[in-house]
Nanobody, 117 residues
């Protein structure tokens, strides 16, 4: 099994920056792709950014050029650098990790990001 713990959320003004972290533990050797998702009130959870074990990335159109996903495999940590934040980025952000060992997607508990206008 894999455990994921997010941190770094908070309240920021529009135009500001935040850096989210997701620390993985447990069977981390099984992790392949990882990603960040978000869910705003009344909306479905959506993919924000993803990164493969080899470092290939993809982003939602709404965050391209503003957010950067990265991972430090030695530290078993996933990051999301968020710049030029907008009120519409307000959501609970979740870390996701795909495990090849049990073919299961693991989720963190989420961290709240609130962007004020």
């Amino acid at each position: 099994q894999v455990q994921l713990v997010e941190s770094g959320g908070g309240l920021v003004q529009a135009g500001g920056s935040l850096r989210l972290s997701c620390a993985a533990s447990g069977d981390t050797i099984c992790i392949s792709a990882m990603g960040w998702y978000r869910q705003a009130p009344g909306k479905e959870r959506e993919l924000v950014a993803a990164i493969t074990s080899g470092g290939s990335t993809n982003y939602a159109d709404s965050v391209k050029g503003r957010f950067t996903i990265s991972r430090d495999n030695a530290k078993n940590t996933l990051y999301l650098q968020m710049n030029s934040l907008k009120p519409e980025d307000t959501a609970v952000y979740y870390c996701n990790a795909a495990s090849l060992c049990d073919e299961y997607d693991y989720w963190g508990q989420g961290t709240q990001v609130t962007v004020s206008s």
